[in-house]
């Protein structure tokens, strides 16, 4: 018997065209009908969509959230991410957290813990006992811990929001025992208590039905009659708040924000109004604009790039951001500039380039509707936000820029924006040398080289195991290997600072002492990073000065070639080793001592010796 379903579209690119066409729509048309539309449309198509991230989440619920589906799914859908939503049952937490395989196989991505305050506390909100709000916030974490701990999928859980009608709200507001103030600290608490998981992130629904406004968010007919609280005109704000949530979740963020400068770091034109003449300022409007370069200040402690993209006199520009007191952001929180009367998109073309990110990891912000359209259409993978006309919706504009999210903010984060600065620092270093040698000596390299340097045995074997393109022998060696290795013979170790950043360790020799007479070079390696900086033959040098020192007649090596090392594969005959033997891709080297000498670079580096003691 033939089915009655119709037949799913299977035509090369059909899912993804429509939901790019619904996902149009919703940012030129955000209505109900339009999310509807969109919401459908997810639903037919299959799980996988070429172009969107696909998201499996499930929705642990207290309250009706069927109504909800439609503006969630087509906030996510704006964001790139196509979403299947699993629904558990009413009231029901525990059971999931500790079965999450109920919901269903594969487990989903996302959990959504939705938590209606009224519900979840019940009569007991009326006359709270002492311990309520612990035992509230002690069910809420056994929730969202049992499925951190049995899944690992990222978990969304709400807040307590504000009750549609509050209990004895004047009565409430003096007694330090009353729900109204156990709610607020059952927030603080779990934000407290969640921070530290990575893996979970807070919807703040007391702050976005604050925004909103409690009188208009809940609609008490559905409430009283449906268990389902908002309003219908509350929804679309739910939907854009709960994506931005999930984006930072599951998608990575962008690395810049590239920012015209009249108009949108300032009000007015510099190179007609003048410094004098341009807002910016404590007084409005300059307010407004001061506003907006705090946002920016903060993007960039949160280890966001920050560049400039304007058509100016860049003396003009450049001066005016560093004298004029006003002015948060200065010259030097730029990682970049193209302040020019060029191209806009072949400056952002450029940036990228010299900041070596992609072009789909920039935000464009600029208030020029021809600017934006025209980047849009040159380079589409750029982000393009269109700066307001009216400095009134600076404000409102900033809360709603996308890509800019970020849960946490970690070490690791910060410091590959500093050595993303660092490199584009150096690039322009590089640019106005006039030969290799000159740019090398600008950089003032101060190297160490340390020997049986036991405190670093677990950086030695990080680069064992990742170094790839400039590893002579690829030998992975753990903890263990490194010192046993140090026991029998030598390890070297070479780390590396210039005027821009620190990059630690760079460099590794390990050597076999053998019987004295002769040393072999086990392996020898150099992180990506220190790339094209000579720095590998001042490693070589000291290892055969030691050598030498030490009566060694002859030291030998190999390269053992693979897929990636073909840019070592001359190293040891560039500086002074004879080949002996070669077989089966690897090849042996020697080098007599006495011809093993005088090859550091003059005058590009200055170099420490350090000798670790056993």
């Known amino acids: 018997m033939a089915s009655s379903e119709p037949a799913r579209p299977t035509r090369a690119g059909y899912w993804s065209e429509r939901l790019h066409r619904a996902a149009a729509r919703l940012a030129s048309n955000p209505s109900h009908a339009s999310a509807h539309e969109a919401y459908n449309a997810g639903m037919e198509a299959p799980a996988t969509v070429e172009g969107f991230v696909s998201l499996k989440c499930a929705v642990l619920r207290n309250v009706t959230v069927e109504p909800w589906l439609p503006e969630l799914y087509g906030a996510l859908l704006r964001r790139g991410i196509h979403a299947r939503f699993l629904l558990g049952d009413y009231a029901v937490y525990e059971r999931y957290a500790s079965a999450p395989s109920d919901l269903g196989t594969p487990t989903p991505d996302c959990f959504l813990v939705c938590l209606d305050a009224g519900v979840l506390a019940g009569d007991a909100r009326h006359d709270p006992p002492a311990d309520m709000a612990n035992a509230v916030l002690g069910r809420i974490s056994g929730i969202v811990g049992g499925l951190v701990e049995r899944t690992s999928a990222s978990v969304v859980v709400t807040n307590l929001a504000p009750e549609p009608h509050p209990v004895h709200s004047v009565h409430g507001d003096q007694d330090p025992g009353g729900w109204p103030h156990l709610r607020r600290t059952v927030n603080a608490e779990l934000t407290a208590a969640l921070s530290a998981e990575p893996r979970v992130s807070i919807l703040d629904m007391d702050r976005i039905v604050g925004e909103f406004g409690a009188s208009r968010a809940y609609d008490t007919r559905m409430y009283m009659t449906a268990a389902s609280p908002f309003a219908v005109d509350f929804l679309p704000h739910l939907g854009r708040a709960f994506a931005a949530t999930v984006a930072a979740a599951v998608l990575s963020p962008k690395k810049c924000v590239v920012v015209d400068c009249d108009n949108t770091l300032w009000g007015g034109i510099l190179g007609e109004d003048g410094p004098e003449g341009v807002a910016i300022g404590t ?79 920039m935000v464009f912000i600029d208030d020029s509707p021809f600017e934006c359209e025209r980047v849009k259409s040159a380079l589409p993978e750029v982000q393009v936000e269109r700066f307001p006309a009216n400095p009134l919706d600076i404000p409102r504009y900033v809360s709603a820029i996308q890509g800019v999210e970020r849960l946490s903010v970690g070490k690791d984060d910060l410091a590959r924006t500093e050595s993303i600065r660092a490199n584009a620092s ?118 055969l000065e030691d050598a030498g020192a030490a009566g060694v007649r002859s030291v030998g090596a190999r390269h053992i070639a693979t897929e990636r090392n073909g840019m070592t594969r001359d190293f040891f005959p560039e500086h002074g080793f004879a080949e002996t033997e070669a077989s089966d891709g690897e090849t042996r080297f020697e080098i007599r001592t006495g011809a093993a000498a005088g090859r550091r670079p003059e005058g590009i580096c200055e170099v420490r010796r350090v000798e670790s003691p056993e």
């Open 426 to 543: 150096r690039e322009r270093l590089r640019r106005g040398a006039p030969d290799l040698d000159s740019f090398l000596r600008s950089l003032s390299i101060r190297l160490t080289i340390a020997r049986q340097d036991r405190t670093a045995v677990r950086r030695i074997s990080e680069l064992c195991r990742r170094t790839n393109q400039f590893n002579l022998t690829t030998r992975r060696y753990g903890v263990g290997d490194i010192e046993r290795l140090m026991d029998e013979g030598f390890v070297y170790t070479m780390s590396m600072r210039d005027r821009f950043s620190d990059y630690g360790t760079i460099g590794v020799a390990i050597v076999d002492t053998g019987s004295g007479e002769r040393w072999e070079i086990d392996s020898f390696m150099l992180s990506c990073r220190a790339f094209g900086r000579r720095v590998e033959v001042v490693l070589l040098d000291a290892l």
């Open 283 to 361: 007084d409005y409007p300059g307010s407004a604009y001061r506003g907006f370069q705090l946002f920016l200040a903060g993007l960039a402690r949160r280890g966001f790039l920050l560049a400039l993209n304007s058509k100016n006199n860049e003396s003009d520009v450049l001066s005016f951001m560093q004298d004029r007191p006003e002015m948060v952001l200065r010259p030097a929180d730029f990682a970049a500039c193209r302040i020019n009367w060029e191209d806009k998109a072949a400056n952002l073309a450029e940036l990228a380039r010299e900041l070596n990110i992609g072009l789909d990891a």
